[in-house]
């Protein structure tokens, strides 16, 4: 075939492919009614993923498993939109890894809300103004975040999906790297490309802000002598060239994001849960309270402890375990907990995210 037959064939697979994906949107908006007829919540993370995976599999030919979940990822979104109009509150400002984790999530056709602080997200989404927040909880290098454990505490609001971001960090600017006399960024990116930095641009001035998001809005006002170190998305929105890219020290780096709402997922069989407990102040209450999950086969992926801040030497701990609250086995753990601890919350289950504790 030549040039023009092969593009009227791709012509006619775009036309049938739209024609598809209209009938689609057409069924997901009767779905819609549906779950707004009986309080439903729109958005169903355990849906989400089994779609997700059911689409991956379907793939026999050249189009790789990811770039058809990226695809599918947009196609969900604009019809999460059009069911409902859907925001999405992360702590920003824009281009931050957690702007670009919310949008992983819930793709290009919602509405993005950033807000100065964590505690700020909660408050959004606590009092409608959006429907889900997105916040980091823990990093593969740097550990927890504290902050969002803090607020998990207190909030009503619960955990109703996980998102796993690698974290690659990309020196960016207007310039060549042989321009480069200063280096914007967070002193939490910075010193991850500590090594990178002493090796490539040795006599560059490092220059601590708050925000990535920051460091780049600051490269792009003062042209080619100054870069940042931030992700793409924010060399995206402020203009600027990816000098050089995983300039990072450590390569497998991870952060973990917790979207919160006003309900938690449905089972999925691939699930994790986190809850909150405080002990009793006694030798080997901690033991104690975890002792349920090994007598009942729980397995534990995450244990932290903060000070409660309402009384001396009190602190909360904070556990992720697999499985889902409705599991028998977890219900037995929780139960058992419930009668030793002083205090049990269940912050939420949702599905697990692809990379999370090796799955």
């Not at 024609?19 to 993370?45: F, N």
């Not at 702007?99 to 809300?113: I, N, R």
């Not at 998001?213 to 870069?227: P, Q, T, V, Y």
């Given at each position: ?179 480069v006399k200063k280096v914007y960024s967070n002193p939490t990116a910075m010193a991850q490309c500590r090594r990178w930095l002493e090796s490539n641009i040795p006599s560059a001035e490092l220059i601590d802000v708050s925000t990535t998001s920051r460091g780049a809005e600051l490269a792009a006002k003062e042209g080619r002598l100054a870069a940042a170190i931030a992700g793409r998305l924010a060399a995206e929105l402020n203009g600027l060239d990816v000098i050089a890219e995983r300039i990072e020290d450590a390569t497998d780096n991870f952060t973990r994001f917790l979207v919160v709402g006003k309900s938690d997922s449905a089972a999925t069989g691939r699930d994790k849960t986190s809850v909150v407990f405080a ?81």
């Amino acid at each position: 075939m030549d040039l023009e037959s092969l593009r009227r064939k791709i012509d006619g697979i775009d036309e049938e492919i739209v024609r598809l994906l209209d009938e689609r949107v057409d069924v997901a908006l009767e779905i819609g009614k549906l779950k707004g007829a009986s309080g439903m919540p729109h958005y169903a993370p355990g849906r989400e993923l089994e779609v997700y995976e059911r689409v991956a599999s379907l793939g026999k030919g050249q189009m790789p498993p990811e770039a058809l979940k990226a695809i599918y990822r947009e196609v969900m979104s604009a019809t999460l939109s059009l069911q409902k109009r859907t925001t999405v509150a992360y702590w920003g400002p824009a281009g931050t890894f957690t702007h670009q984790a919310a949008m992983t999530k819930f793709g290009s056709s919602c509405d993005y809300l950033p807000e100065a602080t964590i505690a700020e997200v909660f408050t959004v989404v606590r009092k409608g103004k959006a429907d889900f927040g997105v916040v980091p909880i823990e990093n593969s290098t740097e550990g927890v975040v504290n902050y969002t454990l803090d607020m998990l505490i207190d909030s009503e609001l619960l955990v109703c999906s996980e998102i796993m971001l690698p974290i690659s960090h990309n020196l960016i600017g207007k310039g060549q790297l042989a321009d480069v006399k200063k280096v914007y960024s967070n002193p939490t990116a910075m010193a991850q490309c500590r090594r990178w930095l002493e090796s490539n641009i040795p006599s560059a001035e490092l220059i601590d802000v708050s925000t990535t998001s920051r460091g780049a809005e600051l490269a792009a006002k003062e042209g080619r002598l100054a870069a940042a170190i931030a992700g793409r998305l924010a060399a995206e929105l402020n203009g600027l060239d990816v000098i050089a890219e995983r300039i990072e020290d450590a390569t497998d780096n991870f952060t973990r994001f917790l979207v919160v709402g006003k309900s938690d997922s449905a089972a999925t069989g691939r699930d994790k849960t986190s809850v909150v407990f405080a002990t009793r102040h006694k030798a080997g209450a901690l033991y104690d309270a975890l002792y349920f999950f090994k007598k009942y086969g729980v397995n534990l992926t995450m244990i932290e402890s903060r000070p409660s801040g309402r009384r001396a030497w009190e602190y909360f701990f904070f556990v992720d375990f697999e499985g889902h609250r409705e599991d028998s086995k977890v219900k037995d753990a929780l139960r058992d907990l419930s009668e030793e601890a002083l205090f049990v919350r269940v912050l939420g289950s949702y599905p697990q995210a692809e990379g999370a504790n090796g799955a």
